[in-house]
C-alpha cells in the first residue's frame, strides 16, 4: 500500500516536470487554485454544497474506471485493495471538509463521509453494466457509456428538479443543471483505442468537427428536461438556463479539443490546469480554442 502512493506521487511528480513546470511551483499554483476556491465557495455560501458534493463525486468517479479498477484487483490482495480504494475515496473528500465545516454543512459531511464508504462497497463489488438502451446514436460512444453508468444519478436529478419547481424553488433546477453538464463533460475522461480512431473515413479535422458536433447534440439532449421543465412553468429562471446550456457547449468544445491533443494519453494535469484557468477567465476560450484545435489535429493525423 505505501509503495502504490509513493507510485501515485513519483506520477504527479513526473508529469509536474513534463510540462516544465517545477514540482513546488505546481504545488504553489495548486494551493493557489484551492484557495480561490475556496473563497469563492464561501462568498456564494448558497451553492458551496452543491459545488462541493459535485466535485468530491467527480473525483472519486474518475478515481473508480472500470479498467482502473480491474487492474487493481488483478495485482492487490482484496485487503489491500479495500484499503487503497477507501483511502483513495477519503482523499477525494478531505480537501473540501473544512470548507463544509466552516459553513457549517453538517449534512454535507456526512453525506461526503457515507458516500466515500458507500463508493469503496461499489469498487469492490462492482456489478457489470448491464446493455442499458439510450436515447445516443452509437457513433458516438462517450455519452452512451456515461448514460449506462449514471442513469439513475440523471433521473435523481430530473426528480429533485420538478418537486423543487412544485415548491417554488426555482434557483435548485438551474444548479441541478449545472451539475449534470459537468457530469456529462466527464464522459470525455473515457479514452478510445487507437483502432477506433484509425478505423473513421474522416480527416483529423472532420473527425474532431464530427465529435464537436455529435457532442453538442447529446449534451443537448441530457439538459433538455430542465429546459422543458422551465419553459412550461414560465419561471424567470430560463434565461439563466439557456446562459448555462451554451456555456455547457462551449466548455465541451474545449475538453473535445483537449482530450484530441492529448490522445492517446489521457488528460493530464497541464490540460487540467489549463481547464481551469479558462474556466475563471472566459476572454482565454479565444486563444484556447485554436491552439488546442491544431494541436488536435496535428495530433490526429497520425491516426487518420
Not at 499554483?29 to 451553492?47: D, E, G, M, V
Not at 473508480?64 to 482523499?91: Q, V, W, Y
Not at 446514436?137 to 430530473?158: D, G, K, P, Q, T
Request: hydrophobic share 55%; glycine share 4%.
Amino acid at each position: 500500500m505505501k509503495y502504490y502512493f509513493q507510485l501515485q506521487y513519483r506520477i504527479f511528480r513526473r508529469q509536474m516536470e513534463d510540462i516544465g513546470l517545477p514540482f513546488l511551483a505546481g504545488l504553489l499554483l495548486i494551493a493557489s487554485l484551492y484557495i480561490a476556491f475556496c473563497a469563492i465557495t464561501i462568498k456564494y455560501p448558497t451553492y458551496a454544497p452543491w459545488t462541493l458534493g459535485y466535485i468530491s463525486v467527480s473525483l472519486m468517479y474518475k478515481f473508480a474506471n472500470p479498467d482502473r479498477i480491474d487492474f487493481l484487483k488483478n495485482i492487490l490482495t482484496r485487503k489491500r485493495f479495500s484499503a487503497i480504494r477507501l483511502a483513495e475515496n477519503i482523499g477525494c473528500i478531505l480537501p473540501f471538509i473544512p470548507i463544509a465545516i466552516y459553513e457549517r454543512a453538517w449534512l454535507l459531511v456526512a453525506l461526503l463521509v457515507v458516500l466515500s464508504i458507500v463508493a469503496t462497497v461499489i469498487s469492490v463489488r462492482r456489478v457489470e453494466i448491464r446493455n442499458i438502451p439510450t436515447p445516443f446514436r452509437n457513433s458516438a460512444f462517450e455519452f452512451i457509456i456515461f448514460f449506462r453508468r449514471l442513469w439513475w444519478l440523471l433521473i435523481i436529478c430530473y426528480t429533485i428538479a420538478c418537486i423543487s419547481i412544485y415548491y417554488d424553488n426555482i434557483n435548485l433546477p438551474i444548479v441541478l443543471l449545472g451539475i449534470v453538464i459537468l457530469m456529462g463533460l466527464g464522459a470525455y475522461d473515457i479514452i478510445e483505442d487507437e483502432y477506433i480512431v484509425w478505423n473513421n473515413a474522416r480527416s483529423a479535422s472532420g473527425f474532431i468537427k464530427n465529435k464537436i458536433c455529435m457532442g453538442s447534440v447529446q449534451l443537448s439532449l441530457l439538459i433538455a428536461p430542465f429546459l422543458l421543465l422551465l419553459l412550461l412553468f414560465g419561471t424567470s429562471m430560463f434565461l439563466w438556463a439557456i446562459l448555462c446550456w451554451i456555456s455547457g457547449v462551449l466548455l465541451l468544445i474545449l475538453v473535445i479539443l483537449m482530450k484530441y491533443a492529448a490522445y492517446p494519453r489521457g488528460v493530464g494535469i497541464t490540460e487540467t490546469i489549463g481547464c481551469m484557468v479558462i474556466v475563471m477567465m472566459p476572454l482565454l476560450l479565444v486563444a484556447a480554442y485554436p491552439y488546442y484545435y491544431k494541436k488536435a489535429v496535428q495530433n490526429l493525423e497520425k491516426y487518420l
